[in-house]
């Protein structure tokens, strides 16, 4: 299907070719009604200020302008319609000057291809599930994309697999182009490995793995998205410590900001992996498949505890966190959590000076930098995050500069690990007990002593850790 290139359309021409567009693409109603009603006051806007009839960068700027809608980001409750006109203003732009409009999101369930595409796509998937070994999440965004680039070869080039061309490749990659470089790096990665697949089974005579744009992402050109130290407390602050929802949210975020979890292993942390014995946490991490253990801090230990006695629903699922409607299933593999931190940061009002990243994983980076900030050796970072590899720490160096010139990294640290599993923490700084009730598979003291990681995090975050464990309660001093 050739492209329709509308950049001199009249402007309600051009509006009623996006609207086919769109609704072509499979946006929902309540999507298309934003951008019909975005469109329309873009029409209404000309006319009436006698701007003429077709669309143009200086009409969208003034049409912004006179509803005072700039780029920023904005992300307080009511905003909606501003981030809605900004969007509308920047699709039919892209639209007047390329004739198609690419979504930020892919919606995968409008996407319908062709029996044959049908039947390649399972066999690959059943390849990279067997052979390739992907892990399931992995495996699903391979697909995902695998199956959108099948979608841009029916619809966009009339291309049967058979006579893909080296020039659909580019385009495809072209047509990423609003993503994050990182994010087309990893969809070029996916295509590559499909060709491939398609080259091996016959269906093409020539690997055309080869033909696909290089992408350059720098190594060290990710600056990572850091909170301050105020906004933290505000997030927390926030969080209705009464409910099961808020109850259940600050686990979470205490998990991600105070322990550097990441969101994926948050959302498959199992009972099993807390080792109350031990004050400790102990996963296989989603990522990377290696082990990682952590202190159970009692800040922590207490939001769990409240949550697993106050909060939780009483299933048979061993993951610690639920939903929280009946029937109370797990998060989904695919379910980032951003939802329970964007609830709780709008609640308070949170800003930011500058555009960020604003989901769990931003947690994860502050705390990254904070231990930077007080004079933490990178090594010993990279074990807290679990990172197999120092190369992935180096990126919160760049989050302070002046935290930069004063890393040093010491042969000695480069082999010492702690080994958090071995020895429990201790730390007496208020008497607390806690009744466990009906939370089964506690046993007896913690033996052991971990003081030079805990002082660590007690400099950190200025909280003790499970003094002592007997079956039925969990004593902080």
Not at 397 to 425: C, I, M, W, Y
């Amino acid at each position: 299907m050739e492209q329709i290139h509308s950049e001199n359309l009249q402007l309600g021409r051009l509006v009623a070719n996006a609207l086919g567009e769109i609704e072509r693409l499979g946006y929902r109603g309540t999507s298309r009604r934003r951008y019909r009603t975005t469109w329309e006051h873009l029409i209404e806007f000309s006319h009436q200020k006698n701007l003429g009839n077709e669309f143009s960068a200086d009409l969208a700027a003034r049409f912004l302008e006179e509803y005072r809608v700039g780029d920023e980001q904005s992300d307080k409750p009511g905003d909606g319609w501003r981030r809605d006109m900004v969007l509308g203003v920047k699709v039919l732009a892209d639209f007047a000057k390329n004739g198609r409009i690419e979504r930020a999101f892919t919606r995968v369930q409008a996407i319908h291809l062709a029996p044959p595409m049908q039947k390649t796509l399972r066999d690959y998937e059943q390849y990279s599930k067997d052979r390739l070994h992907l892990r399931p999440r992995t495996l699903h965004r391979c697909t995902t994309e695998v199956m959108i680039f099948l979608d841009f070869l029916h619809t966009k080039k009339a291309r049967t697999l058979e006579h893909i061309q080296a020039a659909d490749l580019s385009d495809f990659v072209s047509s990423r182009n609003h993503l994050e470089p990182k994010t087309v790096l990893g969809i070029v990665s996916y295509v590559r490995t499909f060709l491939r697949f398609l080259t091996m089974r016959g269906i093409l005579r020539k690997d055309l793995s080869a033909e696909l744009p290089k992408i350059r992402v720098p190594s060290d050109g990710m600056i990572p998205s850091v909170w301050d130290q105020e906004l933290i407390v505000r997030l927390l602050g926030a969080v209705d410590r009464s409910s099961a929802k808020g109850k259940r949210d600050y686990a979470i975020l205490l998990l991600a900001c105070r322990l550097g979890l990441r969101a994926g292993d948050i959302r498959a942390l199992k009972l099993d992996n807390l080792r109350w014995a031990e004050s400790t946490i102990e996963i296989t991490q989603a990522k990377t498949g290696t082990p990682l253990t952590l202190p159970l801090t009692s800040e922590v230990g207490e939001a769990l505890i409240d949550y697993l006695k106050s909060g939780r629903p009483q299933v048979a699922y061993r993951e610690v966190f639920l939903k929280l409607n009946p029937p109370f299933n797990a998060f989904g593999d695919n379910d980032n959590l951003h939802h329970i931190i964007k609830y709780w940061r709008q609640l308070a009002g949170i800003t930011f000076r500058s555009p960020q990243k604003q989901g769990l994983h931003s947690l994860r980076h502050t705390l990254a930098t904070r231990l930077l900030e007080k004079g933490t050796p990178l090594p010993t970072i990279a074990e807290i995050l679990g990172h197999t590899s120092l190369e992935s720490t180096r990126i919160y160096a760049k989050a302070d500069v002046e935290a930069l010139r004063g890393v040093a990294l010491p042969l000695e640290f480069a082999v010492q690990r702690f080994r958090f599993a071995e020895r429990s923490l201790f730390h007496r700084q208020r008497g607390l007990q806690i009744n466990l009730g009906c939370v089964q598979g506690f046993v007896a003291e913690p033996q052991g002593d971990h003081r030079a990681v805990h002082a660590l995090l007690q400099k950190v975050h200025g909280h003790g850790v499970p003094q002592a464990v007997n079956s039925h309660a969990l004593t902080f001093q």
